[in-house]
């Protein structure tokens, strides 16, 4: 064999040798990703994956609860209720007979760190029961975190908007029975007046409100929770007016 002969079967050698090193470098390191799984997840994911859990609401479907939260997730729904993901998935069930339902994902926002990803959005509720259709809306915060290389929703909290009642008619011949000022404490009043088909009420230091009709006696402001009711004595007359909060009252006498 000569020199140059030689010299290039170690060369083949070695470019063999290092082949060979290449393939199993690419093997390990593909081995190691599908171990390890996913590690980044985009809004779009965490949007899809929110999107097929409400889907499933209506119907009932229990698996994408079963196959998305963690086992030891929080959810706290818009009553208050906190539940572990056990309590969670045996609450979900179909809705009622003659009912039917949608919810949409709008408006998210995210934010992702390492393994820990915040979706954030509003839910568009319609539910058609028996030909009528009610609306709600809702505010949800998902918490997912990463672990054994999958994306799991570990914490959920769902606020609900509030939403105006619809107004009731206006019984205009009443008006002049709650006109007048209310005391809450010694300098502090509150002054309802009339101004044609339209009722207000003022607080000292502070703006005019409109009252809106909801039922007989029974008013709200606009975009404001709560109530206003014009309570009466056993003479039928107006003698307080009752600011009704989070369903405790304050009561306002009426004082002229």
Not at 144 to 162: F, N, P, S, T
Not at 171 to 186: H, M, N, R, S
């Amino acid at each position: 064999m000569t020199f140059v002969a030689a010299e290039l079967i170690s060369k083949a050698a070695r470019m063999t040798k290092w082949t060979w090193v290449c393939v199993v470098v690419v093997i390990v390191l593909g081995a190691a990703s599908c171990a390890g799984g996913d590690k980044t997840i985009t809004q779009d994911e965490l949007v899809r994956r929110a999107q097929e859990i409400v889907d499933a609401v209506a119907v009932g479907d229990r698996r994408p609860f079963e196959k998305y939260f963690a086992p030891d997730s929080m959810i706290f729904d818009e009553k208050g209720h906190g539940m572990d993901k056990k309590a969670f998935v045996a609450d979900q069930s179909p809705l009622p007979p003659g009912s039917t339902g949608s919810i949409k994902v709008i408006n998210p926002q995210s934010r992702i760190l390492g393994d820990t990803a915040i979706l954030s959005y509003d839910l568009d509720e319609t539910e058609t029961i028996f030909g009528q259709e009610n609306k709600a809306r809702y505010h949800e915060t998902d918490t997912w975190m990463r672990r054994d290389g999958e994306w799991q929703l570990v914490a959920e909290q769902v606020l609900r908007y509030y939403e105006d009642p619809v107004p009731g008619k206006a019984d205009v011949k009443k008006y002049p029975e709650y006109v007048g000022t209310y005391e809450l404490a010694p300098g502090t009043t509150l002054v309802v007046s009339a101004d044609g088909g339209d009722l207000f009420a003022q607080r000292t230091g502070r703006t005019k409100d409109q009252l809106i009709p909801e039922a007989a006696d029974i008013f709200f402001r606009k975009g404001v929770e709560g109530r206003r009711l014009f309570r009466r004595d056993e003479k039928g007359k107006v003698d307080a007016l009752i600011d009704r909060r989070n369903n405790e009252d304050l009561i306002w006498k009426k004082i002229n």
